[in-house]
């Protein structure tokens, strides 16, 4: 029997790997109730006005959602500050992502992307058959001065994370201008800000303030701060040229009828947001007092997640994590072999955490 023969290209594309679930360590390990700290979600969970709106709503799953996402891009534009037509609506960001390079890219054309970040960004590239370059960093940081060397090159698209995933590390509004304005006015640069809400850093702005740039497009994503990742929901905003080269593009019925519902409830409920905000902070700071206190270095994160450093017993301290029953993220990028990547999760689940790390290193000793 013949096996039918894929695109060329496909066998250079990693899978990507997700973090695992509850569902599955609680298989695999015989753990009653795990806990998941290695996906970067929300551990208040949904936006209390989101779930109320997808309740009052199911009664209406037998009608197709709203092609346009009018109401969702109203309430996203009015929450990020830009006009309805500066936007489009996605199934997740990763939509947003392929669609962006499905538009732009074509075979052999270049895309710069840093050597320690979102893996998904290679993926998508290399699904159309790109060359990606890769710019060095700087330690943990996106490297301005690397950014801007890779833009000689002129590639196509160049991607920055921002805050940075896996790292945590954000650039300054000053650094990313730089870049900005380094980059060929072929070349489409894409800023996901799927962390931005988190960012505590002084010199930190959104990139949205920019998107009259008409080589600009900025990721936005309701999975993290605003507790929609089971939804999908995410967002391409950028100067309208862009936009409706997106939409040519984008699938007629892309963000379903709950996902539309509940993220434009959600993008209201500021009170949720500030308390996802404060608890986050005020635990990320509890939790590098306890890495501290433990003698472990780690990585100062502007986002929901830190960087955890345990040199050559990483992956066993993973393993005898997963089987206490806490998830957290190993090999999370190039060169992190030594590093586990910790969501921040509940005061309760933090504390379980911190437990059964010291419990872990202490057995070692």
Not at 51 to 79: C, F, K, V
Not at 132 to 141: D, I, K, R, V, Y
Not at 283 to 303: C, F, I, P
Not at 322 to 331: A, E, N, P
Request: aromatic share 6%; charged share 20%.
């Amino acid at each position: 029997m013949n096996q039918l023969k894929p695109a060329r290209h496909l066998a250079a594309i990693p899978a990507y790997a997700p973090g695992r679930s509850k569902e599955e360590i609680a298989r695999a390990y015989g753990v009653a109730k795990p806990i998941k700290l290695a996906s970067n979600e929300n551990p208040l969970g949904p936006s209390p006005k989101a779930i109320a709106a997808m309740q009052a709503a199911l009664s209406e799953m037998h009608l197709y959602p709203d092609a346009t996402a009018a109401e969702l891009r109203d309430a996203a534009a009015s929450h990020f500050g830009c006009a309805p037509e500066n936007i489009i609506a996605g199934n997740g960001s990763d939509e947003i992502l392929d669609l962006i390079c499905r538009a732009y890219l074509n075979p052999g054309d270049r895309v710069l992307i840093p050597a320690c970040t979102f893996s998904y960004y290679r993926i998508a590239a290399l699904a159309c058959a790109a060359e990606c370059l890769t710019a060095a960093m700087n330690g943990f940081s996106l490297d301005a001065e690397q950014l801007i060397e890779g833009l000689q090159a002129r590639p196509k698209l160049v991607f920055i994370a921002n805050p940075n995933n896996p790292t945590g590390t954000a650039l300054g509004a000053s650094e990313l201008s730089r870049i900005l304005d380094a980059a060929d006015p072929q070349t489409l640069v894409v800023v996901d800000e799927a962390y931005a809400a988190f960012a505590r850093q002084t010199d930190f702005k959104t990139a949205v303030a920019l998107i009259e740039r008409p080589n600009l497009i900025v990721v936005k994503t309701l999975s993290k701060s605003h507790g929609l990742a089971g939804l999908r929901i995410g967002f391409g905003i950028a100067h309208p040229a862009i936009i409706n080269e997106l939409n040519r593009l984008k699938p007629p019925f892309n963000v379903n009828r709950l996902g539309l519902i509940a993220g434009a409830a959600a993008l209201t409920d500021d009170e949720f947001l500030q308390q996802t905000l404060e608890l986050n902070w005020s635990e990320l700071d509890r939790l590098y007092a306890a890495l501290d206190e433990l003698g472990l270095a780690y990585v100062a994160s502007q986002t929901n997640f830190v960087l955890v450093r345990l040199g050559q017993q990483a992956a066993m301290v993973y393993e005898e994590l997963l089987r206490r029953g806490v998830i957290t993220r190993y090999g999370a990028g190039p060169g992190l072999d030594e590093y586990l990547r910790v969501s921040i999760g509940r005061p309760e689940e933090n504390r379980q955490f911190v437990a059964s790390l010291k419990a872990i290193l202490q057995a070692t000793d």
